[in-house]
């Protein structure tokens, strides 16, 4: 039987105002796997806003809408943070996730995390600028039958406004280099123009207010 696809949105779709849905709030101290193998168990987050971890109710509708597609994948979260999204995605079956993430005592958190969920053995964190990586095309090492990727793209929103030239341009990079069935997933403030992306007629988007999702399959 075919896998079921999320409808494709236009850009403009009119927002998500489902009247019982949470509003944003302050930042989230505790954070929790939401699905799979590794449902309920805790993440380690200090609070600090710098952070600012994927919502909880996000990272679950992203997920929703991925559904079986995460299996078998290799999951690269480009602006770990936490390491939620990867480790979320290895608990709902991906074989693997590579973490990068430029803040050392940050990098060392998700190794943390990963390590308190024994998830360890597959997961690599890399401690570096993931614009800069991508810049000096820098491999990331592939399993014997390299997988398609799940790659994540949540960064700061001011990363939109301050570095969205190198962004687009490691997103691009990142979209010619992905084996084929691979997904990306790009996380913005809803007022994001994803029209800016690379082939926007290809990526369909999803509004979660105060944020908006973009999703492509290579």
């Not at 809408?65 to 979260?77: E, S």
């Not at 990727?149 to 990142?174: D, G, K, M, N, R």
Request: glycine residues 8%.
């Amino acid at each position: 039987m075919p896998k079921r696809r999320a409808p494709p949105e236009r850009f403009g779709a009119p927002v998500d105002s489902h009247p019982n849905r949470p509003r944003p709030g302050g930042a989230e101290s505790e954070l929790r796997i939401v699905g799979g193998t590794l449902r309920g168990r805790r993440l380690t987050y200090d609070g600090d806003p710098r952070t600012r971890p994927m919502k909880e109710r996000v990272r679950e509708a992203v997920f929703n809408l991925l559904g079986p597609d995460v299996v078998g994948k290799h999951a690269i979260d480009l602006f770990a943070g936490t390491g939620a999204l990867g480790l979320e995605a290895i608990s709902r079956g991906a074989v693997r996730a590579t973490f990068f993430e430029r803040h050392f005592p940050t990098a060392e958190s998700v190794r943390q995390n990963a390590e308190r969920l024994g998830v360890s053995d597959r997961c690599q964190v890399i401690a570096a600028n993931t614009m800069l990586h991508f810049r000096r095309s820098e491999p990331i090492a592939q399993g014997p039958a390299a997988e398609p990727w799940l790659v994540f793209c949540s960064p700061p929103y001011s990363v939109y406004v301050e570095h969205w030239p190198e962004l687009q341009a490691t997103l691009e990079t990142i979209i010619r280099l992905a084996p084929a069935g691979s997904r990306i997933v790009v996380e913005a403030e809803d007022g994001f123009d994803f029209g800016q992306l690379d082939q926007p007629e290809r990526w369909f988007r999803r509004d979660y207010p105060p944020a908006a999702i973009a999703m492509l399959e290579t």
